[in-house]
Structures are given as C-alpha cells and as structure tokens.
C-alpha cells in the first residue's frame, strides 16, 4: 500500500520564479492539505483540497494556489517566489469522512529560493 | 497568544528514563489530538491519536488529554537513543472531518545512552 508520495524531493528556484510541487494521496484517502514548514518552526496550514475545490485556506497570499485532480492528486502552486518561500513543503492526506480520519504525511519537497 | 504551545527544549532524558511532553491549545472546540514524530530533515510521522478526555496507551507511548484545561501530553517510557526527535502536538478542530491541523513548535528530546 502506497504511501503518501510527493515530488519533487528537493527544488532550487530563483527570487521571482514560479514553482509547481506534486503530491499523490495514500490509497482510500481523498483530502489532500499542504502545509508549509519552515526551519525550526512546526508546519503551517496553507490549504485544503476535497472534492477538486479548495476547502479551506490558511494565512498565506494569493500567490499560493493549488488545484486537485479527479485521481485525488493534487498540486501546489507558488508565484513570484521570495526568499521567504525557502521551507520544507508537506502535503497530508487523509480520509474526509469515516471513523478514520488521521492525517499522513508525505516525505516532503524541499524548496530553495536563491 | 500562540494556538498550540510546546516547549522547545530540548528535553534531555537518560536512555530507559520516562519523557514527559506537555502541550496547551487555545481553540476549546479542538475536538481530536494527534502527536506527530519528526526526524531531523525528515517529515512528521504519526504516533498517537486521542480523542477523549483520559489517557491512551500504545506501546511504549501514553497520551492524556484533558479538555476542560486545554491540555494533552505525551509520556514516552523506556526512552532510547532512536526516540531523539521533535515531537509536535497537533489539535484539530472537527467542525467537519478532514478539517486542517495546527501544530505547535514542537519539543526536541534527545535520549542520552
């Protein structure tokens, strides 16, 4: 059984580009969140995505986006990258409704801007 | 006032010794509890759920929660060397299933041979 599987693992971009991360559920599971984790610090709610729609949304600009396909993979988005936006990028998935709802994570996108 | 409060540490602990982690949260709708395991330069890994005031037992890991004083903890016995991780508390707040995590800091344990 598949876990939760992103990619890429590690990414270099440069101030003002634009970057696109993966993410692929785990099996049975159709909610994918991404979180944003910055060194020393716990992860930090961006967005949620269920049914293809994002569900609900954390404290970060518009210039994080996101999208989910049919097959429950989902994608996030990020434009006009600041240095800021260097962080270990997380997606979760989990099972929306059901006795089983705990959240997996997947091993991570590593994401340097220079 | 932050959500979800932890100490950073690090919590030094000797190998066999009990690790004692505390965790306060603001949000009194917080309904489900999880403490996730994470590695250095890894991603956070499950390790206990809790759902009910009390405590919860899975092998060498007990979580407490109490509600009423916005708190839940994590007891980790017999500690070894491979227990040396930060530990993030994650209360959610389930006005629908599903909904998003809010993780404290986390507390670093190193577990000294």
């Known amino acids: 059984d598949a876990g939760v599987t992103q990619s890429p693992t590690h990414l270099i971009k440069t101030r003002g580009q634009q970057v696109t991360l993966r993410c692929s559920p785990k099996?049975?599971?159709?909610?994918v969140s991404w979180y944003q984790q910055a060194l020393g610090q716990g992860p930090q709610f961006i967005f949620q995505?269920?049914?293809?729609?994002?569900?609900q949304r954390g404290n970060f600009p518009d210039r994080f986006s996101g999208h989910q396909f049919p097959n429950y993979s989902s994608e996030l988005n990020v434009n006009a990258l600041l240095l800021g936006d260097s962080a270990l990028y997380l997606c979760a998935s989990s099972l929306r409704w059901g006795g089983n709802t705990e959240a997996f994570f997947g091993q991570g996108t590593r994401l340097t801007v220079v | 006032q932050k959500e979800v409060e932890q100490n950073s540490g690090p919590l030094s602990v000797p190998e066999g010794a009990i690790a004692s982690l505390n965790c306060t949260y603001s949000?009194?709708?917080?309904?489900?509890f999880f403490w996730y395991r994470q590695y250095s330069g890894k991603s956070p890994e499950l390790i206990m759920s809790i759902y009910s005031n009390g405590d919860k037992e899975d092998g060498r890991f007990t979580a407490q929660l109490n509600k009423a004083s916005q708190y839940v903890s994590l007891l980790i016995r017999d500690s070894q060397p491979s227990d040396s991780a930060t530990y993030l508390c994650a209360p959610r707040y389930d006005k629908a299933a599903g909904n998003k995590l809010t993780f404290g800091g986390g507390t670093r344990v190193l577990v000294k041979p």
């Open positions: 949000d009194r709708g917080s309904q489900s």
């Open positions: 099996s049975g599971h159709d909610t």
């Open positions: 995505y269920y049914e293809e729609e994002e569900r």
